[in-house]
DNA sequence: AAAATAGTGTCTCTGAGACATTATTGA
DNA sequence: TCAATAATGTCTCAGAGACACTATTTT
């Protein structure tokens, strides 16, 4: 057959969680050229044989050891532009949104001389390497925006969750407040949301708040949406 | 530095499009193998100093003369598995959804034996070249979705249209009927959605309709949503 | 008891859906 | 005049927003 440009693809992560309240991404500072000592995206060459969503999920487990379960990983967008990469081969990286629940610290990996979590507005405050900070507004974008019309939001809380925390993470995220009671209507009004476990959260001070689960089958589309102030 | 795995980057373009109140996608003939003969999305290779948006274009413009203004472009996703082709050599495939105006008739190009447009519940009907089947339904619910929260549905339109020709597109894409009023309500009350021109259709039959055209700077919100039935 | 937090109820207003009425054209 | 189509108005109901009130816990 007729030959074709050779391409490197690469795989990069906005990995989001929620640490003290605030919005948080995982960023690695680069150990090699280019851009040695630059904060990047996590990320790296995909493997010759190896599935997309695959490479994401080696890449974040090499930089944080989180499995497959503690996240959920969705398809964000490919950034191919020449000239995107400055070495000389044309590199073509799809990049990956991934959240969860408060993920542990990150763990230095092989190509990265440090890693750590970040609150975003200090993410978006420095210089990143690539055209990563395109990709980290473009991944904030799309989890702001699917937190309006999908159940996303319970992949930000732990497995038991509270009304009180599901809640906060849309004001996280947002970074807007939300009336209490009627987030409460909105949210156990809407079929395939929240599960009641029946049992209560303990060791905070007040009336212990009811404790919920995400509904079976995630990826519920919500009709009408939840919509930011 | 390190050597890195080769790929192919090609593109894939689901154009879609409405003639005589039905939607068509554009499907080419394939000459060569593999799949020789079956009925593919338009695509190929991506050069090397070719932006990928670029490059959806031009497979685009090769199978059917449109320039870029008679079109809306936008990313779909990216299809990578090991195996997608069967070729030895692994092909990562980037996605893009085409919307027009009743686009003109194609004209079999470079690498392919045929291209004509196709009613999509016909295309969905018969085997396609790759995982075509797939982004082809991945595509049209993209368009179906994006016409609910934004002002898209004026892609399907030219440059001056009735109302009724824009509800048209609701409902052909949808395959539902609005109420004309309540949807003359909606788009009518939605600053950014279109734009009185100040006159008049011409050669149909009852009081003439006014026509609009797309409001600028496209691509607005709609909030809340227009949803469907 | 007081403070803190959770859970529930109520009022209002916007906007969607259903449908009726008026307006303007061609046959 | 009639048929066809466009434009506008009205009624009702669901749901969002604002906010009040009750319930249950810790300090």
Known sequence: MAAYPAFAVT???????????????????????????????????????????????RELAEECRVTRD???????????APGRDPRPERVVSVAWLALGAHLPEPTAGT?????????????????????HHQILTDGL?????????????????????TLRDLRHVYETVWGSTLDRSNFQRKVLGTEGFVEDTGRYAEGRRGRPARLYRAAAGEGTVLHPPLLRG
Do not use: N
Request: hydrophobic fraction near 45%; charge should be negative.
């Open 11 to 57: 795989v990069d992560v906005v990995a989001l969680t929620i640490r003290d309240e605030v919005l948080h991404v995982l960023l690695v500072r680069r150990g090699g050229e280019p851009f040695a000592g630059r904060w990047a995206l996590p990320g790296g060459f995909t493997r010759v044989e190896e599935d997309l969503e695959d490479a994401a999920h």
């Open 70 to 80: 503690d996240l959920r990983l969705e398809q964000l967008r490919t950034y191919g």
């Open 111 to 131: 190509d990265a001389a440090e890693a750590r979590w970040w609150p975003v507005e200090e993410a978006l405050a420095m210089p990143l390497a690539f055209d």
């Open 141 to 161: 974008e799309r989890a702001r925006a699917k937190l309006e019309y999908t159940t996303l939001a319970t992949s930000f809380c732990p497995r038991e969750f």
